[in-house]
Nanobody, 119 residues
């Protein structure tokens, strides 16, 4: 079992920055990839960025060059630094964790944190 708790969501103006955090607890040693997804009202959940335990990163095209995902394996925390925010970045941002296949490969989700970009 893995529990994820996101924080850092807020109201921000266009062009502004936010840093999201996702704290993981539980069977952390079983976790390989962690990532951020987002879901805007009326839209499907979409990938934002992922990072493996070995620190390989993957980004959605829409956030490349603006967002940076990082991971502190010692603290079991994943961060998402978001810069140059636009209205289209408004969404609930959810953290997820995927277990190594040898441990079953399950996916766990946090409850989400709201990011609103508005002037």
């Amino acid at each position: 079992q893995v529990t994820l708790v996101e924080s850092g969501g807020n109201l921000v103006q266009p062009g502004g920055s936010l840093k999201l955090s996702c704290a993981a607890s539980g069977s952390i040693f079983r976790v390989n990839a962690m990532g951020w997804y987002r879901q805007a009202p009326g839209k499907q959940r979409e990938l934002v960025a992922t990072i493996t335990r070995g620190l390989y990163r993957n980004y959605a095209d829409s956030v490349k060059g603006r967002f940076t995902i990082s991971r502190d394996n010692a603290k079991n925390v994943v961060y998402l630094q978001m810069n140059s925010l636009t209205f289209e970045d408004t969404a609930v941002y959810l953290c997820n964790a995927v277990l190594f296949p040898s441990y079953g490969g399950q996916t766990y989700w946090g409850q989400g944190t709201q990011v609103t970009v508005s002037s």
